[in-house]
């Protein structure tokens, strides 16, 4: 697992804030800014997408928090008045590689609340892969849709087309005693027979084998695109 691992990366990623990722399909034709020749490495974006309070931001400290130090950058911190955006890189080493590159993932959370919309927007734009994080209690299942249908109209402002984009609906909150069953969730969230994971994200349960199906979609488009 490359969040156990002890061996640090192989070349020096220097990282900047506004840094583009390579979109899926376009490797080493469109995308070559986005390749880190010296270090051999790719740099891929996926975003967390869901309403407020539904577990992106655990989601991504857990993951930062189990990453090995020397395998990830610095978590960067947007503060809004109710939520965080959060966003940092690292570098798994047990992806495999395209056509010998390394590839760095980086993590982004969008702001829950869609008076944020615009941040949203602007975050999306060079995703690489898209996961949802749905909060299991049946009384937010209105924000969940509400968010769901933001995310499919900023995908299509951004020319992405969803049918195509990596995609996984995870289902957090699966402790709580108030939540809907998994059946009566996908009916209402799951949108193109995409992975569904169950999660308990505070505790870790289902965060690490959500990434790993998202970083395996991403990693397939590009050896695809190559």
């Not at 309403?51 to 911190?77: D, F, P, R, W």
């Not at 924000?143 to 995908?155: G, K």
């Not at 992405?160 to 609906?169: A, C, G, S």
Request: hydrophobic letters at 40%.
């Amino acid at each position: 697992m490359w969040y156990k691992s002890p061996k640090p990366p192989i070349g020096i990623f220097l990282r900047r804030e506004r840094l583009p990722a390579c979109a899926p399909g376009r490797f080493l034709r469109k995308a070559l800014s986005f390749i880190n020749f010296a270090a051999r490495e790719i740099n891929c974006k996926i975003v967390y997408y869901g309403a407020g309070l539904g577990g992106k931001t655990t989601n991504l400290q857990v993951i930062y928090q189990k990453t090995a130090e020397q395998q990830k950058g610095k978590m960067i911190s947007l503060a809004t008045e109710t939520e965080r955006t959060l966003f940092f890189d690292f570098l798994p080493l047990d992806l495999g590689n395209v056509r010998g590159f390394k590839t760095r993932i980086h993590l982004y959370t969008v702001p829950g609340q869609v008076f944020y919309d615009a941040s949203r927007k602007l975050i999306l734009r060079g995703v690489d892969g898209i996961v949802f994080v749905a909060d299991s209690q049946e009384q937010r299942m209105d924000a969940n849709v509400e968010a769901l249908d933001n995310l499919m109209s900023n995908l299509k402002e951004h020319g992405y087309d969803f049918n195509k984009i990596p995609y996984v609906l995870q289902l957090n909150k699966r402790d709580l005693p108030n939540i809907l069953t998994v059946e009566a969730l996908n009916k209402e969230l799951r949108k193109k027979n995409e992975p569904v994971i169950e999660a308990v994200a505070f505790q870790g349960v289902g965060v690490f084998e959500t990434l790993k199906e998202i970083a395996k979609q991403v990693l397939t488009e590009l050896k695809a695109g190559g």
